[in-house]
């Protein structure tokens, strides 16, 4: 038997065994703005930090996804042990939102304490983490609420607050408490797509076009429009013409699903990747016949949790056409995080933005809006090597720890260990510099020659008293010309002045010191190697020996010849 046959390690999200408790809803009732049904999603408690992936190599067991020998007696069964549970799982469910509604108010912290802290590109989570002690599961939540009040959602579409943070309470539980893809990743990237689209962009040219975007529906739908609403954020007014925020172009039911599609991207995430569900047969790969296995594993899971229960629904003001586009945009964006996707999108981003032929991004046209935000999102997805160093290392541990735990998973399964996942054989400068030069860069050049990226203007004069700073870090050093070509980033320069891009700016710090260690490590190794040639150069101790009784034969002979 092999070692994956003989192997069970566990996913466990089938009805008949989980590691952690969940609860299967079966409310009755509708949402206003469409119909829920029974049994739709477990709701989770708090995760534990051990994986829990099943992986099949053989048969299923009866009664599981993709199972195809369901037979009637495990079926009853299940039936049953869901029916004896029910009475139970109610009750726990309702004290869970009577608890929710008690501490509504004492569960939000400070509107501005949290708000200067979000005003920054690097926001400091993680001492927001700490700042939070025993409460900092909730941190998902709490801040997606300060975001919806700095933006005015809340007003916009008459979302009812208790609803909505019963949801995102939910929903945050939901995230299991694993090194890298866990409620903080989250929240990060959460803060991160809302920075982007309401900070001020340098030369960003703002358009409310209502009466294109009116008209474009009317003819395609034969009914009047509605007005389309916008945001703006109540932090970060922009009060000069020179600048120009993303919010200001991108209807605020699009800019909410990509809020919404952030805090949901990486729900129950189990710490193991695509490649590796796939190749040990977990039930969700069956199930989304190995394509972006995780990404529809968090988006369907992160939908079935909204759906499951009435008191979740903080979208019952939206009508029936709003909520079916706000569905699709958030789907939509979630499966835009797959890696395996990346190139495909920046080449249709690159083809729209970049192109001498193309007329940009137009922002009357909303699959054009929709391309931008899931840029947006991968982005912000990926935004460690963007931030201070000591932020980018903090990530940076984060996600090796987690790839080294299912690089000691494959090794039990006896499977190969997938590259950089290796404990035993760490090569984290080439991950960290591979990564920035073959995804990030390529990603943040295409963003910012797009004129998307917020950023400054510099006068020129100041530009000479900063002249240490290589051209605004803005160009990613690489031995490779044409990746050198691809990761320029040239400085923008408009009137004497030029803009200055935070984000850019850590991005080409970090890479220079990531290649400045892979050249250390190179330069020890080969001094290494020629330290051990030089060793193994010198005569080996049975070598000495034999030498050493030459030298006596010869003393010896040498004494004799005296002696005659």
């Known amino acids: 038997m092999s070692p994956m046959e003989s192997t069970s390690s566990r996913w466990e ?11 299967s809803t079966s409310s009755q009732g509708s949402h206003s703005n469409g119909s829920f049904g029974a049994n739709l999603l477990t709701i989770p408690k708090q995760r534990s930090s051990s994986m829990t992936l099943t992986h099949y190599t053989g048969p299923r067991r009866a009664g599981e996804i993709g199972s195809a ?39 939000l912290l400070d509107h501005d304490s949290l708000m200067e802290k979000m005003n920054n590109w690097n926001f400091q989570i993680f001492d927001l983490v700490k700042e939070m002690g025993d409460q900092s599961g909730r941190i998902l939540s709490q801040v997606t609420y300060t975001l919806f009040q700095d933006t005015g959602l809340f007003e916009i579409f008459k979302i009812p607050t208790q609803e909505f943070m019963n949801y995102f309470r939910a929903l945050e539980n939901g995230y299991r408490d694993i090194p890298y893809h866990n409620r903080i990743h989250a929240t990060d990237v959460l803060h991160a797509v809302w920075y982007l689209t309401t900070r001020p962009i340098p030369g960003f040219q703002q358009i409310h076009n209502d009466n294109i975007m009116e008209s474009e529906m009317e003819e395609a739908s034969g009914i009047p429009p509605a007005p389309v609403s916008y945001i703006s954020s109540k932090s970060c007014p922009i009060v000069d013409d020179s600048y120009g925020c993303l919010a200001s172009n991108i209807p605020a039911l699009e800019l909410m699903a990509l809020y919404v599609a952030a805090a949901m991207h990486d729900y129950d995430h189990p710490g193991r990747t695509n490649a590796f569900l796939v190749a040990t047969n977990a039930p969700q790969a ?64 690159n083809a729209k933005v970049n192109d001498i032929n193309s007329n940009g991004i137009e922002w009357s046209n909303e699959n054009d809006r929709l391309l931008a935000c899931q840029i947006c999102i991968k982005l912000a997805d990926i935004n460690g090597p963007a931030k201070t160093r000591e932020l980018h290392l903090k990530w940076t541990e984060g996600i090796v720890n987690e790839f080294y735990e299912q690089g000691d998973e494959e090794a039990s399964l006896g499977l190969p260990i997938s590259p950089f996942m290796d404990r035993s054989s760490p090569q984290l400068a080439k991950l960290q510099e591979s990564f920035i030069t073959h995804i990030v860069g390529p990603l943040c050049n295409s963003y910012n020659a797009a004129g998307l990226l917020p950023g400054q203007w510099i006068d020129e004069e100041e530009e000479d008293a900063e002249s240490t700073e290589d051209d605004d870090g803005t160009q990613l050093e690489s031995d490779d010309e044409e990746m050198e070509d691809d990761l320029i980033l040239k400085a923008q320069r408009k009137k004497g002045r030029r803009i200055f891009c935070q984000l850019i700016h850590h991005l080409s710090e970090n890479h220079k010191i990531w290649k400045k260690v892979i050249e250390e490590e190179e330069k020890n190794k080969t001094e290494g190697a020629k330290l051990l040639t030089e060793i193994s150069s010198l005569p080996q101790a049975d070598e000495i020996q034999v030498i050493e009784e030459a030298d006596e034969d010869d003393e010896r002979q040498l004494g004799e010849d005296k002696t005659c």
């Open 13 to 23: 999200r089938s009805n008949s065994k989980r590691s952690h408790q969940e609860y």
């Open 69 to 107: 020998n369901v037979s009637k007696e495990s079926f009853h069964y299940i039936e049953k042990k869901k029916d004896e549970r029910k009475e139970t799982i109610d009750q726990t469910q309702n004290n869970l939102l009577v608890e929710q509604s008690y501490t509504l108010e004492t569960m």
């Open 286 to 349: 069956v199930l989304y016949n190995d394509r972006s296995v995780l990404e529809n594993h968090h988006a369907a899971s992160a939908w079935n949790l909204f759906l499951s229960r009435p008191e979740y629904n903080f979208l019952s003001n939206l009508d029936h056409v709003e909520f079916k586009r706000f569905r699709f945009l958030v789907i939509e964006a979630i499966l835009a995080t797959d890696l395996k996707k990346h190139f495909d999108f920046l080449a249709e981003f």
